[in-house]
């Protein structure tokens, strides 16, 4: 079974003014697209085939590094389009509320420690939060890396991330990196964080 392109749950232009359309359309197509077709080319005729892409991505050091980079790829943009929302943003509630002041102390500091993994992952990556050994943290990969891959530095369950390459934020943004993940707040889908934390706890 190849992989394929998760659909959007939601328009292009439905989180403007924050993700302007233009680059949604052509993050998803193109950039997305890419590293499906890359991923599935990379694995083709190999017993990767059968495995999920998270199967995948935990074992990533037994891989050539086009099944690193577009695998990463794969996983990281099908859930950074689940963790955004029209009409959303605002503050998490619950369960997931609680860990993240128990992990950070409030969410105004967890917003402050995510921000500056996001502001300073030098060139192109992710900023994330994941739960590892059962509690919340914040962590940046470089490229396509991610917490799932037996590679990170910091290794968990990512239940929420931020893209940082520049493709993700430069029409609009330019060269402003920390005024999308400032902008980023206002489409969280913290309904679906809170799932994600649910069934990774
Ligand atoms: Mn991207």
């Not at 997931?96 to 996001?118: H, R, V, Y």
Request: charged fraction near 15%.
């Amino acid at each position: 079974m190849a992989f394929e392109l998760p659909k959007l749950a939601y328009a292009y232009e439905a989180l403007e003014p924050h993700v302007d359309a233009r680059t949604m359309e052509i993050h998803h197509t193109k950039h997305h697209q890419a590293y499906v077709t890359n991923l599935n080319n990379a694995i083709a005729g190999t017993d990767a085939e059968k495995l999920s892409i998270e199967d995948i991505c935990k074992n990533i050091s037994k891989y050539p590094v086009a099944v690193r980079n577009n695998g990463g790829g794969h996983y990281n943009h099908s859930l950074f389009w689940t963790i955004m929302a029209p009409n959303a943003g605002g503050e998490p509630t619950g369960d997931l509320a609680a860990a993240i002041n128990a992990a950070f102390g409030s969410f105004a500091e967890f917003k402050t420690q995510f921000a500056a993994a996001a502001a300073t992952r030098f060139g192109s990556g992710w900023a994330w939060l994941l739960i590892k050994d059962g509690k919340l943290a914040v962590s940046s990969t470089p490229n396509q890396d991610n917490p799932l891959m037996d590679v990170a530095d910091v290794k968990g369950t990512p239940i929420l991330g931020i893209d940082v390459w520049e493709h993700a934020y430069y029409l609009n943004y330019q060269n402003r990196r920390p005024d999308y993940v400032a902008a980023f707040w206002n489409v969280i889908n913290w309904n679906q964080v809170a799932a994600n934390f649910a069934a990774a706890k």
